[in-house]
C-alpha cells in the first residue's frame, strides 16, 4: 500500500519532468528562478511544500552558487543538473555533487516563495535587484537565527562570510545592470539621429556643379 510520503514523491518527480531544461545554454543561470516556480506550482497543485538546497560553488568563473529541491532525505530534484556537470538526470544524492559544491545548505521555498511572485509580475526574465537583495538577506537572516538556535559559532560565520560575500556581488551586479541600461539609452539615441550619408547627399544637392554656376544668396553674406 502506498504511503503519503511515497505519493509526495511519485507526484513530485511527474511534475519535475514538466520542468526540467535539458540543454546547458537554457539552463545557464536560471536554477532558483526554476526551482521558485516548480515549488509554487507543487504548493498550487499538491499542496506539497518543498524546501531548497543552495550550494556554495568554488572556483568556477560563471556561477557562485547552485540551488535545487529536496525530494527527500539526501535526494534532491536538480531541474538544471545539466549545468552542473553535463549529466540530465533528474534526481540526485546530494554526495555525487562535484567537490567544489560546497556547504549545502537547507531553506524553505515559502521563505522567498513571497518576494519571487511579486517580481515576477514585473514582466521581466531577469530576477530583479528588489528580489535579489531580499532573497540575500532573508537567507542571511535565516541562517544567523538557526546558527544562534543551536549554539553553532561555525555556523554564524559561515553566515557571515556568504552575507558579506552576497553584498558585494549584489553591489557589483547593480553597478553592471546600470551600465547596461545607460549603455541602451545611448544607442537609443545613436539610432534616433539622422542617418549621415542621407544628411551628406541632400548637403551635396546645394553645392553648384560648376564655377560658371551663380553661387546661392545666402553665400555673398557670409563673405561681406
Not at 189 to 215: C, F, G, I, Y
Request: charged residues 25%; proline residues 4%; contains cysteine.
Amino acid at each position: 500500500m502506498a504511503t503519503l510520503h511515497s505519493i509526495h514523491t511519485q507526484r513530485l518527480v511527474s511534475l519535475a519532468r514538466r520542468f526540467q531544461i535539458t540543454r546547458a545554454d537554457e539552463a545557464a543561470g536560471h536554477c532558483l528562478s526554476l526551482s521558485l516556480d516548480f515549488a509554487l506550482v507543487a504548493k498550487h497543485l499538491h499542496d506539497i511544500d518543498v524546501d531548497l538546497v543552495k550550494w556554495t560553488v568554488a572556483d568556477d568563473p560563471a556561477y557562485v552558487d547552485h540551488w535545487a529541491v529536496i525530494l527527500h532525505g539526501d535526494t534532491v530534484i536538480d531541474l538544471t543538473r545539466v549545468q552542473v556537470d553535463g549529466a540530465t538526470h533528474l534526481t540526485a544524492a546530494m554526495a555525487d555533487y562535484p567537490a567544489n559544491f560546497r556547504s549545502p545548505r537547507i531553506y524553505p521555498a515559502s521563505l522567498l516563495a513571497k518576494p519571487y511572485t511579486d517580481s515576477r509580475t514585473q514582466d521581466n526574465a531577469r530576477l530583479s535587484n528588489r528580489f535579489l537583495w531580499t532573497c540575500g538577506t532573508r537567507l542571511l537572516a535565516f541562517d544567523l537565527k538557526a546558527a544562534a538556535r543551536h549554539r553553532d559559532a561555525r555556523h554564524a560565520l559561515l553566515a557571515l562570510r556568504e552575507g558579506r560575500t552576497f553584498l558585494g556581488l549584489f553591489m557589483l551586479g547593480c553597478l553592471t545592470r546600470a551600465l547596461e541600461n545607460r549603455a541602451r539609452k545611448l544607442m537609443s539615441r545613436l539610432h534616433a539621429q539622422p542617418d549621415m550619408a542621407s544628411l551628406v547627399k541632400r548637403e551635396e544637392r546645394w553645392l553648384p556643379s560648376s564655377p560658371s554656376e551663380p553661387m546661392p544668396l545666402w553665400s555673398s553674406s557670409v563673405h561681406g
